[in-house]
């Protein structure tokens, strides 16, 4: 029995009929145009990662199937691999790093239009160290009257061992996934607000290792090779999403000493993209794919997480995440364990829906361009203004509004769970809640990069 075609949906041909969506503040581009899916049967890749849950939600409960779509999951070998998939169309749309659309689409590494019109979650990572690194962290770090140590870390208790490495000839080698991952940011982030330069990239030098001037010294390794590579001594610590940091404790090779909620609270990570021309020939296709998120993304938080072992149970399948029921229910479930046996309650570790997590705010993109300025891999200064139109290039807030206004009017969702699309400006509010207490407004990019001791800003560029 086939489906029915939900393209020809009535929201969607009055939007079509009044001519560029007038109701939709941030219409750019999209005309949605009623008719059938131009292609029903989809091929998705994804990482194993545990952020990838709201793929495989919405092809386990059905989301897919109630828009018509046909989907095919597959796990790639690498960020690199998954990128170059969506880029040649050998993928549809993929799980995606926040910063690979951005980075694609400003040329750095690879150049393709990439957009998002959804994010996948917030919060999710965490920055691990081997347990030799631990023990030289421990006398550095203040502990509660439990004598537990005191959250969250700062990376200021690294920078003694990180010395000690230096005297001994030695340098500190640490993972992240990626260089325009999440991971990596955070990372540098946290170094930097303890004091400790992460190193920059000089593309226009030719110099892509991100190591210039570095004290700690930042590398790509595979996510779900993280563990294993710490074990072999090849890195002293890492940036990784779950479930390999709770699989270190589990291993009992390392100790997470920060979760990157505590690095910036409520943290955007993962995306869903598919390259503009893709985007371009299947606008209904794009909005089905979009609107069938967004549903998996309200269930996996539904409830006060209620369906979580459920979706855990899921994920631990071998052509999902692939790791033990336990270890990822360690994270996805409320909690997080740092030292063995110092297991805290973390109900927001990883967001999949609450605080408009599936919202793709522009303030967002600008804030992972702000850190390719401040790292050199955007090597020369560039205006506000120009922050601004990547984000707005690469962001799609006007598709979402498309699928989120279909499953309130169809009884799916209501208003309440969407941010108010008459006045929402695509900019969230200052933040100011990030490690070291410096606020970010997404508005002014520039004066955000000044307030930072390391990094690039204004017209400097590595020398």
Same mark, same amino acid.
């Given at each position: 029995?086939?489906?029915?075609?939900?393209?020809?949906?009535?929201?969607?041909?009055?939007?079509?009929?009044?001519?560029?969506?007038?109701?939709?503040?941030?219409?750019?581009?999209?005309?949605?145009?009623?008719?059938?899916?131009?292609?029903?049967?989809?091929?998705?890749?994804?990482?194993? &990662?545990?952020?990838?849950?709201?793929?495989?939600?919405?092809?386990?409960?059905?989301?897919?199937?109630?828009?018509?779509?046909?989907?095919?999951?597959?796990?790639?070998?690498?960020?690199?691999?998954?990128? *170059?998939?969506?880029?040649?169309?050998?993928?549809?749309?993929?799980?995606?790093?926040?910063?690979?659309?951005?980075?694609?689409?400003?040329?750095?590494?690879?150049?393709?239009?990439?957009?998002?019109?959804?994010?996948?979650?917030?919060?999710?990572?965490?920055?691990?160290?081997?347990?030799?690194?631990? %023990? @030289?962290?421990?006398?550095?770090?203040?502990?509660?009257?439990?004598?537990?140590?005191?959250?969250?870390?700062?990376?200021?208790?690294?920078?003694?061992?990180?010395?000690?490495?230096?005297?001994?000839?030695?340098?500190?080698?640490?993972?992240?996934?990626?260089?325009?991952?999440?991971?990596?940011?955070? &990372?540098? !982030?946290?170094?930097?607000?303890?004091?400790?330069?992460?190193?920059?990239?000089?593309?226009? +030098?030719?110099?892509?290792?991100?190591?210039?001037?570095?004290?700690?010294?930042?590398?790509?390794?595979?996510?779900? @090779?993280?563990?294993?590579? $710490?074990?072999?001594?090849?890195?002293?610590?890492?940036?990784?999403?779950?479930?390999?940091? /709770?699989?270190?404790?589990? $291993?009992?090779?390392?100790?997470?000493?920060?979760?990157?909620?505590?690095?910036?609270?409520?943290?955007?990570?993962?995306?869903?993209?598919?390259? @503009? @021309?893709?985007? *371009?020939?299947?606008?209904?296709?794009?909005?089905?794919?979009?609107?069938?998120?967004?549903?998996?993304?309200?269930?996996?938080?539904?409830?006060?997480?209620? #369906?979580?072992? %459920?979706?855990?149970?899921?994920?631990?399948?071998?052509?999902?995440?692939?790791?033990?029921?336990?270890?990822?229910?360690?994270? $996805?479930?409320?909690?997080?364990?740092?030292?063995?046996?110092?297991?805290?309650?973390?109900?927001?570790?990883?967001?999949?829906?609450?605080?408009?997590?599936?919202?793709?705010?522009?303030?967002?993109?600008?804030? !992972?361009?702000?850190?390719?300025?401040?790292?050199?891999?955007?090597?020369?200064?560039?205006?506000?203004?120009? !922050?601004?139109?990547?984000?707005? +290039?690469?962001?799609?807030?006007?598709?979402? /509004?498309?699928?989120?206004?279909?499953?309130?009017?169809?009884? +799916?969702?209501?208003?309440?769970?969407?941010?108010?699309?008459?006045?929402?400006?695509?900019?969230?509010?200052?933040? #100011? =809640?990030?490690?070291?207490?410096?606020?970010?407004?997404?508005?002014?990019?520039?004066?955000?990069? =000044? +307030?930072?001791?390391?990094?690039?800003?204004?017209?400097?560029?590595?020398?």
């Amino acid at each position: 029995m086939s489906l029915p075609k939900v393209n020809s949906h009535p929201l969607r041909r009055w939007l079509s009929a009044i001519g560029i969506l007038s109701v939709i503040s941030f219409s750019t581009s999209l005309t949605a145009a009623p008719g059938e899916l131009e292609k029903e049967d989809l091929r998705l890749g994804f990482i194993k &990662l545990t952020d990838m849950a709201p793929l495989a939600i919405a092809k386990e409960k059905g989301f897919f199937e109630d828009e018509g779509l046909y989907v095919t999951l597959e796990a790639q070998a690498n960020w690199k691999v998954l990128l *170059d998939g969506v880029i040649n169309g050998a993928l549809d749309g993929a799980h995606m790093l926040a910063g690979q659309p951005l980075g694609a689409t400003i040329g750095y590494g690879t150049q393709a239009d990439i957009i998002t019109a959804f994010s996948m979650d917030l919060n999710g990572n965490a920055i691990t160290v081997s347990n030799r690194v631990w %023990e @030289q962290m421990k006398p550095h770090i203040p502990t509660r009257e439990d004598g537990k140590p005191q959250h969250p870390i700062s990376a200021e208790s690294l920078k003694p061992v990180i010395d000690s490495f230096k005297q001994q000839g030695k340098s500190f080698n640490m993972g992240m996934v990626f260089p325009v991952s999440t991971h990596n940011y955070e &990372l540098r !982030y946290w170094l930097a607000a303890g004091g400790i330069h992460p190193g920059y990239y000089a593309p226009h +030098k030719g110099d892509s290792s991100g190591q210039l001037h570095a004290e700690a010294m930042l590398s790509v390794t595979p996510p779900p @090779q993280m563990p294993s590579t $710490m074990e072999a001594g090849t890195i002293d610590g890492y940036c990784v999403g779950e479930p390999w940091n /709770q699989q270190a404790v589990f $291993m009992g090779i390392g100790v997470p000493v920060i979760a990157n909620y505590d690095i910036w609270k409520n943290n955007p990570e993962k995306v869903f993209g598919v390259s @503009q @021309q893709w985007a *371009d020939k299947h606008p209904n296709t794009h909005i089905a794919l979009v609107k069938a998120l967004i549903r998996a993304a309200h269930w996996l938080d539904a409830e006060n997480n209620a #369906n979580r072992p %459920e979706a855990v149970k899921i994920l631990s399948q071998s052509y999902y995440v692939g790791a033990d029921y336990d270890v990822i229910a360690n994270s $996805m479930t409320g909690t997080f364990e740092y030292e063995k046996g110092d297991k805290r309650d973390t109900p927001d570790f990883n967001v999949f829906f609450r605080h408009h997590a599936t919202y793709p705010f522009y303030s967002d993109a600008i804030w !992972y361009l702000t850190q390719m300025r401040r790292w050199g891999q955007i090597p020369e200064a560039k205006p506000d203004s120009w !922050y601004t139109e990547m984000a707005k +290039k690469v962001y799609r807030p006007d598709i979402y /509004q498309i699928a989120a206004m279909e499953l309130i009017e169809e009884g +799916k969702l209501s208003a309440t769970d969407f941010p108010d699309f008459s006045t929402e400006t695509g900019f969230k509010a200052p933040q #100011n =809640e990030f490690i070291d207490g410096i606020e970010y407004d997404g508005t002014a990019p520039n004066a955000y990069l =000044e +307030k930072f001791a390391i990094g690039l800003k204004g017209e400097e560029q590595v020398d």
